[in-house]
């Protein structure tokens, strides 16, 4: 395989995530009322939502391990070969219960594949240029979500197991596409791993993933039965994944510039808080209109700031380092996600309002503290910037 430079690297990633993410997007906003179509009930959803994330928990550390040792490409085709067949299963007529062993192996092979990705343009790009480049990552991942449920939008609830099936199909496309990407990496190292890092950078850059994943969370499980209160037509529930998306999509270089110029401490917090203050005013709107603008603007703030955490998690460590560090991250990110997603429908049925509010208030404590830890780290890399 002919040896590739790190931005021809970059493009081609960016190409496999975008597919990977549209696909797995396609039927994604519909899944709550398709379970609910299929008999399950708010606490059921929530628990066969989390499966997916918990899944991940107890994988994406392991797969971030292997991704050092033995390449990041080998990671990226079998996550995406192990998706596509549990995307599969749900074309089967079978009560919604059952559907939290495909989620289980969808949430592993999707850990998996987030992991390989990101660390792969970790450990290719410096730090004075790393912001950026993963930035674009990050865009291909929202370019992929805004496209997909727009893409599904053909299909209804009832006939949604075919969205899936032809997720399946994509991630099988974008698993062929990837045996051909050079990743810069040794298809395997027999030297040992370099011990972890426990810096500040790191630590911060938990606290920042844990505070997302909460939001996260509360939004996989509520979002749309919170717009489905609201009247909402499954046209606008769709659309407001796209509205949320495209923001990002266009200002993520935005992003990425200021992850390498400015002062990433700053950026970073101010991200949280403002994601915080926007998941408060949710249960609040009962324009779906308005709830969709509402939207856009928060995704400004996570365009602005999100680039800024990659990179703070990446700061400092060594590139056979990166698989577990992004490990870590992802599973400090899914383990929140997961718990606020099991927890997230039961509230919900007590009162709209209180998962949204307990996640704003748990998000910006999470944000504080890691500001606090950030504060003798660098918040701008000392390197010459091109």
């Not at 727009?150 to 596409?177: C, D, K, P, R, Y």
């Amino acid at each position: 395989m002919a040896r590739s430079t790190p931005q021809q690297t970059l493009q081609r990633l960016r190409i496999i995530v975008a597919i990977q993410f549209m696909g797995a997007t396609l039927g994604l906003p519909l899944l709550p009322l398709f379970l609910e179509h299929r008999g399950g009930n708010p606490t059921i959803i929530g628990l066969i939502m989390a499966s997916f994330f918990f899944a991940g928990v107890i994988s994406q550390y392991f797969f971030g391990h292997l991704s050092d040792k033995f390449g990041r490409r080998p990671i990226l085709v079998i996550s995406l070969i192990i998706y596509a067949i549990a995307s599969g299963f749900y074309i089967v007529p079978m009560h919604a219960s059952w559907f939290i062993v495909a989620r289980i192996f969808q949430g592993a092979a999707a850990g998996a594949f987030e992991v390989a990705s990101m660390s792969a343009v970790a450990a290719r790009f410096p730090e004075e240029t790393r912001g950026r480049a993963m930035s674009q990552i990050i865009a291909a991942q929202l370019l992929g979500i805004a496209l997909g449920p727009m893409i599904g939008a053909v299909v209804n609830v009832s006939q949604l197991g075919w969205a899936f099936f032809a997720t399946g199909v994509v991630s099988l496309v974008a698993a062929l596409v990837t045996f051909s990407v050079d990743l810069g990496d040794r298809a395997y190292d027999p030297t040992p791993l370099p011990p972890l890092s426990w810096n500040p950078q790191l630590l911060g850059a938990l606290g920042a993933a844990c505070a997302a994943g909460i939001s996260i969370g509360v939004y996989e499980t509520c979002w749309s039965l919170l717009m489905h209160s609201h009247h909402a037509s499954t046209f606008q529930i769709r659309l407001s994944w796209t509205v949320f998306c495209l923001p990002w999509v266009l200002l993520s270089p935005v992003g990425g510039y200021i992850a390498d110029h400015w002062n990433r401490r700053w950026v970073s917090t101010l991200g949280v808080l403002g994601g915080a203050a926007f998941m408060a005013t949710y249960p609040h709107i009962h324009n779906n209109v308005v709830m969709l603008i509402t939207g856009s603007f928060e995704s400004i703030f996570s365009a602005l700031s999100v680039p800024s955490i990659s990179s703070y998690l990446t700061q400092g460590a060594d590139n056979r380092e990166m698989g577990r560090r992004q490990g870590l991250y992802t599973t400090a990110n899914t383990a929140s996600l997961a718990v606020a997603a099991t927890v997230a429908g039961t509230l919900y049925s007590h009162s709209p309002a209180l998962p949204f509010t307990i996640a704003a208030v748990s998000a910006s404590a999470l944000g504080i503290a890691s500001f606090v830890t950030w504060r003798k780290v660098p918040g701008r890399v000392t390197t010459q910037l091109n």
